[in-house]
């Protein structure tokens, strides 16, 4: 007898649990908002495309670069850095 009530009470939680999701899902769609998993943004160096929140954020004269790794960050860093002091 316990174990129904305690099957019974577990499967109206889950229950409860969907109707809530799907209530969610349904107030975001009358919303017009949709499921964006991520946004593709391109290197500014290497030109590679990759998902903005896996990018490597840089402020460059007051704008913000996204870099696919450190590596590119670092080497675009060191090419404006060369191109702006060097001549």
């Not at 670092?74 to 404006?80: G, K, L, Y």
Request: glycine share 8%.
């Amino acid at each position: 007898m316990i174990r129904l009530l305690i099957i019974a009470g577990l499967v109206y939680f889950l229950y409860r649990k969907y109707r809530s999701w799907q209530e969610s899902l349904a107030d975001r769609r009358e919303k017009g908002e949709t499921a964006i998993e991520d946004i593709m943004v391109q290197d500014p160096h290497c030109g590679t495309y990759f998902p903005r929140r896996e990018g490597v954020l840089l402020r460059f004269d007051g704008e913000d670069l996204l870099f696919c790794s450190k590596k590119c960050r670092d080497a675009f860093v060191a090419e404006h850095t060369n191109t702006t002091t060097g001549g």
